[in-house]
């Protein structure tokens, strides 16, 4: 085959065009930190990177719903650390009521204080969270109490879950009809003993697991609602603990996810340098041996 002169001087153009696209490329990968820049570098590598940021998606909106579920859990275990602590005032103004001493307007004056914290009560168990009632069962739009009487038509009792993993949910929220309806019943009958000349024993008995009302009917005492109360918070403390676990497991998630995108996408700067570096000198003794080979003009053959 005869060798002409366009021959070599094509070569020599398509392999230094060559040369300088893969140096291209490693300049790329040395300024972006990334074998590739483009999916069609390294389909592979594109399509393994875009499952993995599937997966780092899922984690970050899982902690996202943890952020929530904390949040909820939190704010219903102070509301009712705050009821424990006004049925304990409670308790202090029935005992000050069932002494003998008292006079039947001592009583009631003992019972302003009682009606304020019944009101205090209704107060917690219309407590919000981003405007959500969260002692509403899943009508979270509607407050459990209403014109100071439980809003029993427009909440219910059923679970608010949150999704804290793939196929794993959570219950945030607390059954506050259950609950805070017991303890609206009690203060009210306490009421109606304070103001309706009831002896001492008769209010003291409200103490107990079980008295009976003002209209003579057995309810709930202060001691079974405030044993409510502790199994509630009891309740929240153990999804507490599931929370933490669970955001321990995603934080393991996360680092591993990332540690698989980098992996799979960061450049090795030692090896791409010295591919680099390789690639230069490939190119740098092509030039030299072009320039040899092909003469430039035709004064060089008259010579």
Known sequence: MR????????NMLRNLNNSYGRMSDLQNQLASGTKINRPSDDPVIAVKGMGYRRDLG???QYTRNMNTVNTWLDTSNESLDQVSSALTRVKEL??????????ADERKKINTEIEQIKQQLQDIGNTQVAGDYIFSGTKTDNPLFSNGALNAANVNGEEVKIEISSGIQLTVNTDGTEVFKMID?????VSGLLNGGATSEEISSA????????????????DAATEKVLEKLADIGARQNRVETMENRLAIQFVSVNKQ?????DVDYAQTITEMITNQSIHQAGL????????QTLVDFIR
């Open 207 to 222: 103490l107990g697991a079980t008295f009976s009302g003002a209209g003579g009917a057995t309810i709930p005492g202060l």
């Open 3 to 10: 060798v002409t002169q366009s021959m070599l001087s094509g």
């Open 261 to 265: 995108i980098s992996d799979n996408e």
């Open 94 to 103: 029935i005992i000050q009521a069932a002494n003998d001493t008292n006079t």
């Open 58 to 60: 899922r984690v970050e």
């Open 185 to 189: 019943d009690f203060m009210t009958q």
């Open 288 to 295: 030299s041996v072009g320039a040899k080979i092909i003469q």
